[in-house]
């Protein structure tokens, strides 16, 4: 080998060091880290809402069991949960828009399911039955895991948006097309205080 072909060699290891060190220090490496993150809990929290809709048919099937129980509550609820199975998310395109497409199916979802406990308040032999009951704790308890793990994704998310924007991270995250996720955002609804009145 000759000296030049040597000089050139080490050169060219030189520089492949150097850029692969300046991108470790530049914050690719933790954005990486940070995105892998929010896939992370976005797996959750799409876990925990599939917990809550395999529930559903189940619920369902028990709800029928009562006498006269209104089939109207029940498709709607059957309906909302094709829907909100529809909606489904690739944690790489996980943008404020998809983020409220979601949100907005489970959110039906939730209220149909809000409406059938209402109304089986309205049947006492399904407020006695064991498997209802079950399934009512099993769902309540679903409903928890939902709000931690969309809190975890939204911490998660929250670190991620802010360390891509903060210099000389932003310059990265520009040069590499790592883009800002969506939160989810409280229901509008939820914003205005129920009027309580004796």
């Known amino acids: 080998m000759t ?5 050139n060699r080490a050169f060219t290891l030189l520089i492949i060091v ?8 530049c914050g690719y490496n ?5 995105q892998e993150a929010v896939t992370g809990a976005w797996s959750q929290v799409q876990n925990v809402y599939q917990r809550r809709s395999d529930l ?4 369902v099937n028990t ?10 509550t029940l498709t709607d609820v059957m309906e909302a ?9 690739k944690a790489d395109d996980l943008s404020p828009e998809k983020i409220a497409q979601f949100q907005q199916a489970q959110q039906g979802l939730s ?6 406990m209402v109304v089986s308040e309205n049947y006492p032999n399904l407020k006695a039955n064991q498997n ?13 895991r939902i709000t931690v793990e969309r809190m975890k994704f939204n911490e998660a998310v929250q670190d991620y948006n802010t360390y891509i924007q903060k210099f000389p991270t932003n310059l990265t995250a520009k040069m590499f097309d790592f883009s800002k996720k969506g939160y989810f955002e409280a229901d509008q609804s939820a914003q205005k205080a129920p009027t309580v009145t004796f």
Do not use: C, W, Y
């Open 3 to 7: 000296l030049s072909k040597f000089f």
């Open 18 to 25: 150097g850029l692969a060190g300046s991108m470790s220090s």
């Open 30 to 34: 933790d954005i990486v880290s940070k």
């Open 56 to 59: 559903i048919p189940n619920l």
């Open 63 to 72: 709800v029928k069991g009562a006498a006269n129980f209104e089939q109207k």
């Open 81 to 89: 949960r094709a829907k909100a199975t529809q909606v489904t998310i």
């Open 111 to 116: 209220s149909a399911l809000g409406r059938l």
């Open 132 to 144: 209802f009951l079950e399934l009512q704790s099993q769902l309540e308890g679903t409903e928890n």
